[in-house]
């Protein structure tokens, strides 16, 4: 097992390594900065570790948003969107349903400020939201849509900050939502949480007021951090979990080349954990079970992404806290769980949950 999932994440081969970048530029328009930047050549780690502690103490305020005004439903041809060097998948023929909305949170991408939602609508008062993995293409988690169209439940399939359709043409892949640009990497999650929230206000618009949320991988960190924001969300599939961004960061696979990035600059993990606090789920555990929620925590046995030992440790934290929690482990590794039989197992206990608890 170990074997297969090394080759599936050392297959792609346009994963680029950077250098170490403050990304101060990035926190200008950020709440609570109040244009107290370091001067040239000053401090900026000592300003993001204070700002990070600032941020947790106060997030109802960095998460806060306007709820957008140009809401709208379009047709759209099903487009595949590729991140892999090697990509051979494509995307089905015909049209699907997108919501477009303008996201709260600017970006120097346009494309990327344009949030994009596929849409599979039912009946009912209930709905999810569907947060894929990092470097996701634009099909993936689609089929997710009619299967819980079948259970009453309608999905929106929300395109992340810099995938799939959002993704600049600069990029291959979807590098800028996690990188060793410090500063882009909490933007883009404030953006995540933000056009996720967005979302939900269109859907109590249209009469589903029971919502959940779905996420994956990065997705799933995206999906808690808004549902420790948002009371609305009162069913979370957790599908992958860890505890901080920085330590998936050091200990994954996947994401080797941006610690490289890091460690070539002498960034050190306990110092990046600290860099990345305010967009890492330990942070708000205690804010999350605040209000009362039924989740569902799937994690890989053999995960060399995110590792079960962290995996664990959030499990943890979720039960010392009075988490309403189910939990499964898949007997395979993290991109394995996308292979047959795995994928299946993994949509049971995901499908099954939500149906239940919406």
């Given at each position: 097992?170990?074997?297969?999932?090394?080759?599936?994440?050392?297959?792609?081969?346009?994963?680029?390594?950077?250098?170490?970048?403050?990304?101060?530029?990035?926190a200008?328009?950020?709440?609570?900065?109040?244009?107290?930047?370091p001067?040239?050549?000053?401090?900026?780690?000592?300003?993001?570790?204070?700002?990070?502690?600032?941020i947790?103490?106060?997030?109802?305020?960095?998460?806060?948003?306007?709820?957008?005004?140009?809401?709208?439903?379009?047709?759209?041809k099903?487009?595949?969107?590729?991140?892999?060097?090697?990509?051979?998948?494509?995307?089905?023929k015909?049209?699907?349903?997108?919501?477009?909305?303008?996201?709260?949170?600017?970006?120097?991408?346009?494309?990327?400020?344009?949030?994009?939602?596929?849409?599979?609508?039912?009946?009912?008062?209930?709905?999810?939201?569907?947060?894929?993995?990092?470097?996701?293409n634009?099909?993936?988690?689609?089929?997710?849509?009619?299967?819980?169209?079948?259970?009453?439940?309608?999905?929106?399939?929300?395109?992340?900050?810099?995938?799939?359709i959002?993704?600049?043409?600069?990029?291959?892949?979807?590098?800028?939502?996690?990188s060793?640009?410090?500063?882009?990497?909490?933007?883009?999650?404030?953006?995540?949480?933000?056009d996720?929230?967005?979302?939900?206000?269109?859907?109590?618009?249209?009469?589903?007021?029971?919502?959940?949320?779905?996420?994956?991988?990065?997705?799933?960190c995206?999906?808690?951090?808004?549902a420790?924001?948002?009371?609305?969300?009162?069913?979370?599939?957790?599908?992958?979990?860890?505890?901080?961004?920085?330590?998936?960061?050091?200990?994954?696979?996947?994401?080797?080349?941006?610690?490289?990035?890091?460690?070539?600059?002498?960034?050190?993990?306990?110092?990046?954990?600290?860099?990345?606090?305010?967009?890492?789920?330990?942070?708000?555990?205690?804010?999350?079970?605040?209000?009362?929620?039924?989740?569902l925590?799937?994690?890989?046995?053999?995960?060399?992404?995110?590792?079960?030992?962290?995996?664990r440790?959030?499990?943890?934290a979720?039960?010392?806290?009075?988490?309403?929690?189910k939990?499964?482990?898949?007997?395979?590794?993290?991109?394995?769980?996308?292979?047959?039989?795995?994928?299946?197992?993994?949509?049971?206990?995901?499908?099954?949950?939500?149906?239940?608890?919406?």
């Amino acid at each position: 097992m170990y074997a297969w999932e090394t080759r599936l994440t050392t297959r792609d081969t346009n994963r680029v390594v950077r250098p170490l970048e403050w990304g101060l530029d990035w926190a200008r328009r950020w709440p609570l900065v109040n244009g107290n930047f370091p001067s040239p050549g000053g401090d900026s780690e000592r300003f993001l570790h204070d700002l990070n502690d600032k941020i947790v103490a106060n997030s109802d305020e960095f998460f806060a948003y306007q709820t957008p005004t140009d809401f709208r439903l379009e047709t759209r041809k099903i487009e595949l969107f590729p991140t892999g060097s090697n990509a051979s998948e494509k995307a089905p023929k015909g049209d699907g349903i997108f919501l477009r909305f303008t996201s709260p949170v600017r970006t120097p991408y346009p494309e990327n400020d344009l949030v994009n939602a596929r849409w599979f609508e039912t009946g009912g008062r209930r709905a999810v939201i569907i947060l894929p993995h990092w470097n996701a293409n634009g099909i993936a988690y689609n089929a997710l849509g009619p299967l819980l169209n079948r259970f009453g439940i309608s999905v929106l399939r929300m395109s992340k900050p810099y995938h799939d359709i959002r993704r600049p043409a600069e990029i291959e892949r979807s590098d800028y939502a996690v990188s060793s640009n410090i500063c882009r990497t909490i933007d883009a999650a404030r953006q995540a949480i933000v056009d996720l929230r967005s979302c939900i206000d269109w859907l109590y618009q249209q009469g589903k007021d029971e919502v959940g949320v779905l996420g994956t991988s990065l997705g799933s960190c995206y999906a808690f951090l808004a549902a420790a924001h948002d009371a609305r969300l009162r069913a979370c599939a957790f599908n992958h979990a860890s505890t901080y961004v920085a330590d998936v960061t050091w200990t994954g696979q996947s994401t080797r080349h941006v610690r490289e990035g890091l460690e070539r600059d002498g960034l050190t993990l306990d110092r990046l954990r600290q860099a990345w606090l305010c967009i890492s789920p330990m942070a708000y555990v205690k804010k999350f079970a605040q209000s009362p929620k039924k989740c569902l925590m799937i994690y890989a046995k053999y995960d060399l992404t995110f590792i079960p030992e962290l995996s664990r440790q959030a499990e943890a934290a979720f039960r010392e806290n009075g988490i309403d929690l189910k939990t499964v482990v898949l007997p395979c590794g993290h991109y394995t769980t996308g292979e047959t039989p795995f994928k299946y197992m993994d949509a049971y206990h995901m499908v099954r949950f939500l149906a239940k608890n919406l």
